[in-house]
C-alpha cells in the first residue's frame, strides 16, 4: 500500500482447477483515512510457471464489520487508466464522485439498493458471474460519469454489461460530451440479474483526460431501463 508491504509473504493454495476458487485472509493490515493506492505484487511463479486467478478483493473494517459484508463508506471513484492492447474493467458502481447532477443523474435522492455507497444512485448484490455489485432502477433520462486517462489515442470496443427486460430500452455513451456511440439497447436478457454484454466497436478516444458517460435514453414506457454492471473497454 502507498509502496509498503502490508501483509507480508502469502501462500496461493493450490484448488486443482484455474475456475475453482478459494479465499486468503489476510488480517491486521491497518488503513489511515486518505486516498492510497493498493497495489497486488506477484512475487513467485508455481510449478504451473503462473501465479494464480484472482477473482475479487474485500477490505472488511474488523472493529464493526462482518466479513460478508462489503461496504464502501467513502463515495471516491478509482482512478481509471486506458492502454490501446489492452482491457480496462471499468465497474458501474465506481462512477465518479460528486453531486447529483454533477458526477451523475438521479431522479431518487436514496440508494435504495443500500449497498456499497452513499448517495442516489441504486447499487445492489449482483448475481453475475463476477458477483460484487450492479447499478440497478435505471431510469430514462439518468446518466453516470467515470473519469479515466487514455495513455495513447486508439480506436476501442466498448463493452456494456446489462440485464434487463425490455428489448426496446436505450442508452448511448459519450465522451467529453459527444455521442460516440449511437443508440444502443439494453436487449431483453431474461431477468433484470440475467446479464448480456452489448458492444460498440469502433469508438475513437484521443489520448488524454476524458469523461466518458453512458445516458440512458428510455425505459420503453417501463418504470425502470436496466440494471447495469460494468463497462469495458478493449
Do not use: C
Request: aromatic share 8%.
Amino acid at each position: 500500500m502507498d509502496g509498503k508491504a502490508v501483509s507480508g509473504k502469502v501462500n496461493v493454495p493450490d484448488t486443482k482447477n484455474w475456475n475453482s476458487y478459494t479465499t486468503v485472509v489476510v488480517k491486521g493490515v491497518k488503513v489511515p483515512a486518505g486516498s492510497h493506492g493498493l497495489y497486488l505484487m506477484l512475487d513467485k511463479n508455481g510449478r504451473s510457471g503462473y501465479v494464480g486467478n484472482f477473482n475479487q478483493f474485500r477490505l472488511v473494517k474488523t472493529a464493526d464489520a462482518p466479513a460478508t459484508t462489503v461496504k464502501r463508506s467513502t463515495s471516491s471513484a478509482p482512478k481509471v487508466t486506458i492502454t490501446p492492447g489492452k482491457t480496462t474493467s471499468i465497474q458501474a458502481e465506481d462512477f465518479d464522485s460528486g453531486a447529483n447532477g454533477v458526477a451523475y443523474k438521479d431522479w431518487s435522492d436514496t440508494n435504495d439498493g443500500g449497498e456499497y455507497r452513499k448517495g442516489a444512485v441504486d447499487i445492489e448484490k449482483s448475481a453475475d458471474s463476477r458477483g460484487g455489485y450492479n447499478v440497478t432502477n435505471l431510469k430514462q433520462g439518468e446518466w453516470l460519469n467515470y473519469t479515466v486517462n487514455v495513455s495513447k489515442s486508439g480506436t476501442f470496443n466498448v463493452d456494456t454489461r446489462v440485464a434487463g427486460l425490455y428489448g426496446n430500452a436505450s442508452f448511448h455513451i459519450e465522451v467529453d460530451g459527444k455521442n460516440v456511440s449511437g443508440s444502443m439497447k439494453f436487449m431483453n436478457t431474461g431477468g433484470f440479474q440475467k446479464w448480456a454484454t452489448v458492444r460498440k466497436s469502433g469508438v475513437k478516444i484521443a489520448a488524454g483526460k476524458h469523461t466518458i458517460r453512458l445516458v440512458v435514453d428510455s425505459s420503453a414506457g417501463h418504470k425502470y431501463a436496466a440494471n447495469l454492471n460494468w463497462l469495458m473497454i478493449s
